[in-house]
């Protein structure tokens, strides 16, 4: 079973930045951390959850939600089986609890407990 560990969460002013981490583990029959498409979601409290940022196996690829693109970047380290979202230019919509997500093929996805972040002054 994948675990996801979140981290990096707080509370931060509005213009100011944060960067998130996610550190995975428990690969197992012969799947690895590049196996899996790695994805930030975030959840704003009464809302649905909402894909933030994609990232392909091999990081050669992203993609962001129209909302933060040009301010949010993910990126991976398939040696340190960690994904990282970092966030500039905070707003405080950016509020929200974030979440990473390990994707593998149309039937294996799993889920991280999720890191507050707060943009408030």
């Known amino acids: 079973q994948v675990q996801l560990v979140e981290s990096g969460g707080g509370l931060v002013q509005p213009g100011g930045s944060l960067r998130l981490s996610c550190a995975a583990s428990g690969f197992t029959f012969g799947f690895t951390f590049s196996s899996y498409v790695m994805r930030w979601y975030r959840q704003a409290p009464g809302k649905e959850r909402e894909l933030v940022a994609s990232?392909?196996?091999?990081?050669?690829?992203?993609v962001q939600a129209d909302s933060v693109k040009g301010r949010f970047t993910i990126s991976r380290d398939n040696a340190k089986n960690t994904v990282y979202l970092q966030m500039n230019s905070l707003k405080p919509e950016d509020t929200a609890v974030y979440y990473c997500?390990?994707?593998?093929?149309?039937?294996?996805?799993?889920w991280g407990q999720g890191t507050q972040v707060t943009v408030s002054s």
């Open positions: 997500s390990a994707i593998r093929g149309f039937s294996y996805q799993f």
């Open positions: 990232i392909t196996t091999t990081g050669g690829s992203t």
